[in-house]
């Protein structure tokens, strides 16, 4: 009833109910706020904008102006044969599939043309062409060399000596760029996963042989008259989304780790009360580290800081957006100032000075938000530009990047003296442990001389901790901002599951006070809880932006080499989780990780339920191929114990099911498990 009365409201209103619409106090400080002054946001046009029924269910066929042919599931679902089709005779099947793999054309395109953006800064870097970047983290360099086959070492009369760092860095930046294009081959980084999952992908014929290659294929297969069986069709989704996620991403996470430095565990804050009323307040967004690295130095600098001071400010505030904000905050402690959803609420801050903006989840309302304050939008990307008049366009190129990030800077310092009275920052900020990856993983569970994941595999193996929950992705406005991020985290380190995040659930985390060592005592089950406290950890560890999700997946190749839990990915207890996805990417990284052989749970709903025989491939039999599936489940807590029940399955088939006394396994240990 209270629902009927809520929706009632809202109906009459045309506006959001703010408590309705997010769970973080910050937000529907602002959304009031905004509904005051008169400003749509997200939200508000969410009440008033229906979503289309069909397209939700995934079976629209815009393919061909014959249609949009629409097949809607029959009243009471389907008694016998399907006989749905459009004019062509596509099937609920074959649309569902092109519409599905379409998206993770989109999504795999997004990530691995940003890894593209990298490398080609990359490539100027190792010519020498460029002052503003360097090679910041060499031995990252070394350590990825081989994976792309480039030596290290070279024999001289007999002896084996270090090769020249300039040339291995020419080679791996050339070696680089040729996987988007090369006409031969496979991905080179295919070879990085467990033997047993790249032999899957041989077998199910699925391995990417170059990233370009295999989203223009889906774009070809999916035209009109062309690829009509769904488990094709699902197998070209499958090679995109690998050709991303051991491919693109992979490739963009190494490569500026290399160039920006390698993150470690570092504190910050996130959430909106990280804008201060009197400094100058910057905030990027999008998702290319390129340019918010000279953003961060430029900020820093004490010319700009001496000329803010001239300006009445006291110095100067850069905060972030979505993942260019988690580039940022992993590698130099730069503050989030929100989520996805938030972006509006920056400016309604009326204390956005600029905002500048790259590529990815900006919404073009950005624009008519901006004109109701002072604040400057600057894009900054050939390929992102917007059509409203007061949006100016500053185009960065790694030839000039500094002085261009000065530009931006020195714009958003002029523009401070031009703030309305209208500024309101909510006080709400959290403090947040960031940066951890791979490397820095390893680390903190052995420390520089027994630095391993042995320690992580011993305390699953003994139960401390039940598993590892990869717990991503993005907002949605049809769901309550953070609700389900925040539920689904919780249920799961309550019950003894550790948490790798990344993107705006790593957001979210940050908002909610998660991403700290003291939330063990506080949030986990008693086995998780006694780990953190042990090694200094937080529960839930953000592992940076989507494109890391590649850290993730290496993270996972680690256990397993660690031994003692299976010879595959599919063999851990872990499961991954996107509740409150929206983008196209978040199917891109579905489809790796359920192919990487990852259970693979999604909130809010999949466009695949109008297509039955479909959605039961992706649910059940692609488990018979790479050990992963996909499932859905929109309530959090059922959406978290779904994962925690295919954790302890996992358990159990590694016999490491019943509670265990602590014991530190040694190798031999952990072959007699692997052959038990
Ligand atoms: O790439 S999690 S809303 S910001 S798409 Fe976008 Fe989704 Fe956020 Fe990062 Ni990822």
């Not at 032999?199 to 294929?217: H, L, M, Q, S, T």
Request: charged share 25%; proline share 4%.
């Amino acid at each position: 009833m209270a629902e009927v009365k809520k929706a009632k409201a809202e109906k009459e209103a045309k506006v959001a109910d703010p408590v309705a619409a997010s769970i973080d106090p910050a937000t529907q400080q602002m959304l009031r706020r905004a509904q005051e002054l008169g400003i749509d946001t997200v939200w508000d046009r969410a009440v008033t904008m229906k979503q289309c029924n069909i397209g939700l269910q995934g079976i629209c066929c815009k393919n061909c102006a014959m249609g949009p042919c629409r097949l809607p599931l029959p009243k009471g679902g389907i008694e016998g044969e399907d006989t749905r089709k459009g004019l062509c005779g596509a099937t609920p099947n074959t649309i569902a599939a092109r519409n599905f793999i379409r998206m993770i054309a989109g999504g795999a395109a997004a990530h691995s043309d940003h890894g593209r953006s990298v490398a080609e800064v990359f490539l100027s870097v190792a010519r020498k062409e460029t002052e503003d970047y360097k090679i910041k983290d060499p031995q990252k360099l070394m350590a990825m060399a081989p994976h792309l086959g480039v030596e290290t070492t070279v024999e001289v009369d007999g002896e084996t000596k270090d090769r020249d760092l300039d040339e291995i860095a020419l080679e791996v930046a050339e070696k680089a760029m040729a996987e988007w294009g090369k006409p031969d081959g496979e991905l080179e980084y295919l070879k990085r996963a467990p033997k047993p999952l790249y032999e899957k992908w041989v077998k199910a014929g699925v391995r990417p042989r170059n990233i370009d290659r295999e989203i223009v294929e889906i774009m070809h297969r999916t035209h009109m008259g062309v690829d009509q069986d769904y488990k094709n069709l699902i197998k070209q989704g499958t090679r995109a989304a690998l050709a991303d996620g051991w491919g693109g991403s992979m490739l963009a996470t190494d490569l500026q780790d290399v160039m920006f430095g390698t993150p470690y565990p570092l504190q910050s804050e996130a959430n909106l009360g990280i804008m201060k009323e009197d400094h100058v307040n910057i905030i990027v967004h999008g998702h290319e580290p390129v340019l918010s690295e000279m953003i961060v130095a430029a900020a820093a600098s004490k010319e700009m800081i001496d000329y803010a001071k001239t300006k009445g400010a006291k110095g100067i505030q850069l905060g972030g957006i979505c993942c260019t904000a988690n580039e940022i905050l992993q590698r130099h402690g730069v503050p989030p100032a929100g989520t996805f959803l938030q972006q509006e609420l920056a400016i309604i801050t009326g204390a956005c000075d600029a905002m500048v903006v790259d590529v990815q989840c900006v919404f073009q309302n950005l624009a008519n938000v901006a004109k109701c304050f002072h604040t400057k939008l600057i894009t900054t990307h050939p390929i992102a530009r917007m059509e409203q008049n007061n949006v100016e366009h500053i185009e960065f190129d790694e030839h000039h990047a500094m002085d261009d990030a000065k530009r931006i800077v020195k714009m958003a310092i002029d523009n401070f003296t031009n703030r309305g009275a209208e500024v309101m920052i909510p006080r709400q900020k959290a403090t947040q442990i960031a940066g951890f990856g791979v490397e820095s993983i390893q680390y903190h569970l052995g420390g520089t001389f027994r630095g391993n994941y042995f320690t992580l595999n011993d305390n699953i193996i003994n139960g401390r901790i039940r598993g590892i929950g990869g717990v991503v992705g993005c907002n949605n406005a049809r769901t309550r901002h953070n609700e389900a991020h925040i539920a689904v985290v919780k249920e799961l380190i309550k019950n003894d599951v550790i948490v790798l995040t990344t993107g705006c659930n790593g957001i979210a985390c940050a908002m909610e006070g998660l991403l700290t060592p003291e939330t063990a005592g506080v949030y986990c089950g008693p086995g998780l809880a006694e780990v953190c406290e042990t090694v200094g950890i937080p529960p839930v560890l953000h592992m940076g932006s989507c494109v890391d999700n590649s850290r993730i997946l290496l993270a996972a190749t680690e256990v397993v080499n660690a031994g003692g839990l299976g010879k595959d990915i599919s063999d851990l207890p872990a499961a991954g989780s996107a509740p409150e996805w929206m983008s196209e990417k978040a199917i891109s990284i579905g489809q790796y990780f359920v192919a990487s052989g990852v259970y693979t749970v999604f909130g809010v709903g999949l466009p695949v339920q109008g297509a039955p025989v479909f959605q039961d491939y992706l649910f059940n039999e692609l488990e018979n191929v790479y050990g992963g599936k996909w499932d859905l489940v929109v309530d959090p807590i059922e959406h978290a114990q779904a994962m925690i029940a295919h954790i302890d399955k996992k358990r159990k088939a590694l016999g490491i099911d019943k509670a265990r006394e602590r014991v530190l396994m040694d190798m031999a240990d952990r072959m007699k498990l692997e052959s038990a």
